[in-house]
């Protein structure tokens, strides 16, 4: 984050992130020519700059292996990120396992493990025909925002970008780009958490999901404290019902927690504030700063 921190300082904190989840990991910061907005950064630095910046993304010198690579992070990008949801009729669990070999080992994407408890076996008792089908899985993650920009918008549009031709993208990004920005969020606040939690040392931390449940935020600390949050990237301030899910979904999950964390782009409401509970930590954009 060093570089883009000297890069993009001027800009407020919430606009920061926004260019974080996009350039995060662009090759050179410094050479960006400047423009009034997220959106006209995109076009002039990113789609105008398409044929230029397509060999970053070619992975692989054999062409039949590029579409599947680029098929398999198309999927990575815009999907459950699951390790096996990329399997389709089109690319075998081998080839897939190939793909992810060669991108791992060139630092494309990691991987985050998944932090399910296997189920308990019981002498004498079968599970259910659909819970002995369940399998743990863990989940993929880009190293580098800038890639996972690039598969989620440029690659299911890139014969319209390389013709000039910007409708069908920009479209997309003025559907989706929140809905996108809010995952990088979702893990600057796993950092933030690390920084912020007085008197504590956070010991694991990152996303949630098991077969009932998926929590942003899932964090424990050095004197066995568990922390559960819910990140919000919305124009909109979070209120009190989104502490009850939040509080609905440890429940059905059996899990025992602490103290619950929300992570807001927009503030909180009178009523959450007002009504703050010693195990509730409030967490706005602005006490990002220490990150960016």
């Not at 990991?25 to 009034?36: N, P, S, V």
């Not at 993929?140 to 989620?152: D, G, M, S």
């Not at 195990?279 to 990002?288: G, I």
Request: hydrophobic residues 35%; positive net charge; charged residues 30%.
């Amino acid at each position: 984050m060093q570089g883009f921190k000297e890069d993009f300082s001027y800009l407020d904190i919430v606009e920061r992130i926004g260019y974080f989840a996009v350039f995060g990991g662009f090759t050179d910061l410094k050479a960006l020519h400047r423009y009034e907005n997220l959106r006209e950064n995109i076009v002039h630095n990113i789609l105008e700059q398409y044929a230029s910046l397509k060999p970053l993304f070619s992975f692989v010198s054999d062409p039949s292996m590029q579409h599947d690579l680029e098929t398999l992070l198309f999927r990575i990008a815009v999907g459950d990120r699951k390790s096996h949801s990329i399997y389709k009729n089109d690319i075998s669990q081998p080839r897939g396992r190939e793909l992810y070999k060669r991108l791992f080992a060139q630092r494309i994407i990691t991987k985050e493990y998944s932090r399910e408890a296997p189920l308990p076996k019981v002498p004498g008792r079968f599970l259910k025909k659909e819970l002995r089908r369940y399998k743990i899985e863990d989940k993929i993650l880009f190293e580098k925002n800038f890639t996972r920009f690039w598969f989620t918008f440029v690659t299911p549009n890139e014969e319209a970008i390389a013709r000039g031709d910007f409708r069908s993208v920009l479209a997309q990004i003025d559907r989706e780009l929140d809905k996108y920005i809010s995952f990088t969020f979702e893990n600057l606040s796993n950092l933030l958490i690390q920084q912020k939690l007085e008197n504590e040392i956070i010991t694991e931390s990152g996303s949630y999901w098991d077969k009932d449940i998926e929590l942003d935020l899932f964090a424990k600390t050095a004197s066995g404290k568990v922390i559960a949050g819910e990140c919000k990237w919305k124009n909109q301030r979070i209120s009190r019902n989104i502490l009850n899910k939040l509080e609905k979904k440890c429940e059905v999950g059996h899990l025992k927690v602490d103290y619950y964390a929300l992570f807001s782009k927009s503030g909180f409401s009178n009523e959450l504030l007002k009504h703050k509970a010693d195990n509730l930590l409030l967490f706005e954009s602005r006490d990002f700063e220490t990150l960016l």
